[in-house]
C-alpha cells in the first residue's frame, strides 16, 4: 500500500484534515460573510421555485409594469432570442421585425393552458410560448400538448416556442422548441444595473440586484460565492469530500447506484464520466465503432454517448450526439434518420453542441414520493433490466446492421 493511500485511509489523517477546515480557513469566513447578505429571494427560500421565477421575468418582459423600464427588457430578450437560434427558427421570422415593433401592445400571460409564459404580440402576429425549467425536466408529453394549444389558439400568427434552462438542457417531448439559456437573462439584467440605474428608482434597482445575486448562485452557478467556493474545496478537498460523503442526498444514492449499475454489467456497457446530475455510459458495439473526435466534452473523447440526467423529480436515459467534427455528426445524424420512429430527434436540424436522438424514462415525479432509496433502487433495477434487455440490443443491432465507420 502506498504511502499516500495510507494517508487517505488514516482516521488521524482525516480528522486533521477536518481541523485544518475549521482553523485555517479565510476563504470560509469571507464566505460566510457574503452569505449573510441579506437577499430576499434567499430569505424567502424561493430561489429555485420556477413559478417564481416565471412570475419575475413576467414582470420584466411587460412594458407597462411598474419597473420603469418600458420595452427595454422585453425588446432586447426578444432580439438575443431570435440571434442565438437563426439555424432553428422558420426562415420568415426575422431580427428586424422585433427592432420596429412597438413593444407596448405586449402582452403577458401566466399560467394560461398551463403554459409558463405566453408572449403575444396582437400586431406582428407572433406568439412566443416559454416552458421556464430549473432543476426539474419535462414531463407526459407536455411541450408537446402546450405546442398544439397554442397552434389552435393562434392559428394565423408566427409561432416561438421556448425551452428556458439553466444549462441549454435540450427538450425531449417536442421538436418544435429552441433552447434559451438564463445565462442571457443574467447578462441582460447587468446590462440594466450598469447602463439604466439613473433611470429606475431605487427600489426596482435593488431588486433586480438581489435577482441577479440568485441567478448566479443558485441557478447559473457562476459568482463570487462560486469562486470562493471552489478556492475552498482545492485547498480542502480531502475534508470536503468526507463532508460531503456523509450527507444524506437522494440525487447522490442515485448516481452512486447508476454507477454501480453500469459496472455490474461488464462486456455490456463501459462507464464514460459520473457527477451527480450526470452519468454517462456506452457499449462495446458503438466504442468499437465510432472515431474519438469529440472536442469539449468528456475526457474520453466520445462523441456518442447514453448519459442518465439526474434531477430532483425526474430520471431519464438519452443518447446524445456531442460537440465535434461537424461532418462526422452529420454522418451519424444521417444514419439515425433511417429509423425516426425510434430515434425521434433525429428527424430536427443537428445542434450545435448537443443533439439528442434517444430518450428512455426510468423515474417519474411519483417514484419520488416516498423519497425512499431502497424502493427507488426497486424501481432502478427493474427499469435497467428493460433497457439492457430490449432498446439497447436494438440500438446495437441498429449500429452494427447500418454504421459503416
Known sequence: MSQNLQEETNPKSEVEALERFILNNPELEKLEDLLSEFNIFETLNIVDAEIRHSIVLAWLLNPNSNHGLGGYFARKFLKYLISNNKESLDPSISLFDFEALDITTLEIRREWQNIDLLIILEDAKYVIAIENKIGSAEHSNQLERYRK??????????????????????????????????????????????????????????????????????????????????QIYKQHQQALDMIFQHKPDLLSDISEYLDLKIAEHKGVLISDSTSKSYIRFTTPVLDDSIEKISEGWTASKRILLFEFENFKDRLFVKLLLGPGDQSYRKRLLELFRIEPGFYRRSRLELRRMWHTVYTKDFLIKKDYESNDISEIKKKLDKKFAEFINGDLVKINSFFQDNWKR
Open 149 to 230: 394549444i397554442t397552434e389552435a389558439e393562434f392559428r394565423e400568427f408566427k409561432k416561438i416556442y421556448v425551452y428556458l434552462t439553466p444549462d441549454e438542457a435540450t427538450p425531449k417531448d417536442d421538436t418544435e422548441w429552441i433552447t434559451f439559456n438564463y445565462w442571457i437573462i443574467v447578462n441582460l439584467l447587468e446590462d440594466i444595473l450598469k447602463y439604466k440605474a439613473s433611470a429606475i428608482n431605487e427600489h426596482v434597482l435593488n431588486f433586480i440586484s438581489h435577482y441577479v445575486t440568485v441567478l448566479r448562485r443558485h441557478i447559473v452557478g457562476e459568482s463570487e460565492v462560486d469562486r470562493i467556493c471552489k
